[in-house]
């Protein structure tokens, strides 16, 4: 996802799939497949190569389990603390995340 338009359509009414460091919103898109949009603030990530990394850890995270996630538009928002994941526990983490956008996914669809 690219526009601020496309975000604020996310951030309205999303289901959400949260750890203290991570929160995960969806919300249906009328597309056949899932997109990705980041948002990791400098406030918790001071070094620019922190945040890179933490982006091409969730790209990669969601490039591997696209093919198991809804059509949904994906928000990934870091929050404090999450620098000091180390990259196994935050693709552990991450991989939790997406089997509950999964199970809510299914669970609000057989509604």
């Known amino acids: 996802m690219l526009t601020p338009t ?7 009414q999303p289901f ?3 750890t203290p460091e991570i ?4 919300r249906k898109n ?8 980041l948002t990791v603030a400098k406030k918790h990530l001071k070094r620019a190569h922190d945040r890179n ?10 490039r591997l389990s696209q093919h198991n996630l809804p059509s949904c538009d994906f928000v990934f928002v870091a929050k ?5 994941l180390d990259n196994q526990t935050f693709l552990q983490t ?5 089997a509950r956008h ?9 509604l």
């Open 53 to 62: 990394r933490i982006k091409r850890l969730v790209r990669e995270s969601f």
């Open 6 to 12: 496309q975000f604020k359509n996310v951030f309205e």
């Open 30 to 37: 009328n597309l056949e497949h899932p997109r990705l949009g």
């Open 80 to 84: 404090r603390g999450i620098g000091q």
């Open 94 to 98: 991450l991989d939790k995340l997406w």
């Open 102 to 110: 999964i199970r809510l996914a299914q669970k609000s669809s057989s």
């Open 23 to 26: 929160t995960i919103l969806a």
């Open 16 to 18: 959400r799939a949260s």
